[in-house]
């Protein structure tokens, strides 16, 4: 089984068999191209599930500890969630999904042949005073700067 990220239809590049995805999917496509391909893969097979609340839960609390949470957006931890939960491999060009696959033992491939070969740890930093913290803050909890960036540590 395929779980299909954003990429698999905009690029209507991966592999073939078994394939599913979220419906939240639909909104992320933003030309005719795309959403036509869309409908075209619902007709031949392509199966649309809602992954349960405690694999997103789960999903949330693993993106926490690579450091990728504050970058992905709610469809990507769906996706995610939905991999984990039907065992399958997520097609997916976005590295922090990746990323967190990788933390957890899901398998991955992309559309575009670009993929993370190591795992990637995450931290914030306050661009003012330096302050680090391990989830991404709208303001510095020491100084209150809002210029916070995200730096690799491993
Ligand atoms: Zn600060």
Same mark, same amino acid.
């Given at each position: 089984m395929y779980i299909l990220d954003t990429c698999a239809f905009l690029?209507?590049?991966?592999? +073939? /068999?078994?394939?599913?995805?979220?419906?939240?999917?639909e909104s992320e496509l933003n030309n $005719?191209? %795309? *959403?036509? @391909?869309?409908?075209?893969?619902?007709?031949i097979g392509l199966k649309i599930r809602?992954?349960?609340? &405690?694999?997103?839960?789960?999903? $949330?609390k693993n993106s926490e500890e690579t /450091? &990728? =949470?504050g970058v992905l957006s709610s469809i990507d931890l769906k996706i995610l969630? =939905?991999? @984990?939960?039907?065992?399958?491999?997520? #097609?997916? &060009? &976005?590295?922090?999904?990746?990323?967190?696959? =990788?933390h957890? /033992? #899901? +398998?991955?491939? %992309? !559309?575009s042949g670009n993929e993370i070969?190591?795992?990637? *740890?995450?931290? @914030? $930093?306050c661009s003012a !005073? $330096?302050?680090?913290?391990?989830e991404k803050v709208d303001s510095c909890s020491v100084c209150g700067s809002e210029k916070i960036f995200r730096f690799k540590v491993k």
């Open positions: 690029t209507q590049n991966h592999p +073939e /068999g078994e394939i599913a995805t979220i419906s939240e999917i $005719r191209q %795309s *959403k036509q @391909y869309f409908t075209n893969m619902k007709e809602e992954p349960k609340v &405690d694999s997103i839960e789960n999903i $949330r /450091g &990728d =949470l969630a =939905l991999a @984990y939960e039907m065992r399958g491999i997520i #097609v997916s &060009d &976005d590295f922090a999904i990746q990323n967190v696959a =990788l957890m /033992g #899901v +398998e991955f491939t %992309s !559309c070969k190591e795992l990637r *740890k995450w931290k @914030y $930093r !005073c $330096r302050a680090e913290a391990l």
